[in-house]
T-cell receptor, first 111, second 112 residues
Framework: RKEVEQDPGPFNVPEGATVAFNCTYS??????FFWYRQDCRKEPKLLMS???SGNEDGRFTAQLNRASQYISLLIRDSKLSDSATYLC????????????FGSGTRLLVRP | DADVTQTPRNRITKTGKRIMLECSQT?????MYWYRQDPGLGLRLIYY???????NKGEISDGYSVSRQAQAKFSLSLESAIPNQTALYFC???????????FGSGTRLTVV
């Protein structure tokens, strides 16, 4: 079983739609979680951290469910510019601060 | 100038050749990482370093070596390149207490 699993998609949605991605992680002791965005052939960029109580940044909402070991990302009012691959990331449970990346969920927002 | 610079951006090399990928950063971060990305597999850690002369293996270090000659520089070498090392390679840095990574723009390596 992969340490971090995501549905590869693609999710194809119209502009203005609300879309949600889920991600599951295998290590119940994991403490830190993130969503990264990656445009085609570009480097990943931090979108937002995920906090236990859930957190929001504009149109983006991230939530954590520790009991079920999943993380979610909700995007409201989708824009064409949201088209990208979204990577779920979990920090390794040791002092190395290594990050473990999911393989990503691709989002396509159409006009 | 970019905070994390990778060179070259693209490289095609032949099987058996030695190749070095360079990474330099201006952020003053101690921690540096090399990842490779393959379609459908996500990013996988090759090597990481917490300081000059500190080298640690990641999950896929076989066939690779690294050198941390200075705080700002972390180079990745393929001693004898093989076709399944064709991938997109990313260097990343982070502060000691900041969880976020800053990635370089990547090196697209093709081994023929």
């Amino acid at each position: 079983r992969k340490e971090v699993e995501q549905d590869p998609g693609p999710f194809n949605v119209p502009e203005g739609a609300t879309v949600a991605f889920n991600c599951t992680y295998s290590n119940s002791a994991s403490q830190s979680f993130f969503w990264y965005r990656q445009d085609c052939r570009k480097e990943p960029k931090l979108l937002m951290s995920v906090y236990s109580s859930g957190n929001e940044d504009g149109r983006f909402t991230a939530q954590l469910n520790r009991a079920s070991q999943y993380i979610s990302l909700l995007i409201r009012d989708s824009k064409l510019s949201d088209s990208a691959t979204y990577l779920c990331v979990v920090k390794e449970v040791d002092s190395s601060y290594k990050l473990i990346f999911g393989s990503g969920t691709r989002l396509l927002v159409r006009p | 100038d970019a905070d994390v610079t990778q060179t070259p951006r693209n490289r095609i090399t032949k099987t058996g050749k030695r190749i070095m990928l360079e990474c330099s950063q201006t952020k003053g971060h101690d921690r540096m990482y090399w990842y490779r990305q393959d379609p459908g597999l996500g990013l996988r850690l090759i090597y990481y370093s917490f300081d000059v002369k500190d080298i640690n293996k990641g999950e896929i270090s076989d066939g690779y070596s690294v050198s941390r000659q200075a705080q700002a520089k972390f180079s990745l070498s393929l001693e004898s390149a093989i076709p399944n090392q064709t991938a997109l390679y990313f260097c990343a840095t982070r502060e000691n207490t900041n969880y976020g990574y800053t990635f370089g723009s990547g090196t697209r390596l093709t081994v023929v």
